[in-house]
């Protein structure tokens, strides 16, 4: 709901499981991808390592979930990750912060 309310974001795709995210995110070749922690098959860690391991151009990955940042932003950033967001405080506002900061760092 949060990328229908951005602009200038298009969904590409979605994935069901961590290897689905994995497979598309290689397939699609994104600018982005949103990646929940809790996943079936691969968490969202792993998947986003994955992502970054095979991808000639990773896309910038900003991991999401109910859990706090004070939980588990180290090991997204640890994992790839750009940026870890708690979803209960994702809003297109912090969407578009989220991807103005990485943007910028990879230039």
Partial sequence: MVLALSEGFELAGEAETGQQSV???????????????NLPDINGFEATRRIRDVSPRPPIVVMLS???AVDYADRAIDAGAAAFVSKSTFTPDELQRVWDEASAQIG
């Fill in 66 to 68: 109910t859990y706090e």
């Fill in 23 to 37: 497979e598309l995110a290689t397939t699609l070749r994104p600018d982005l991808v949103l990646m929940d922690i």
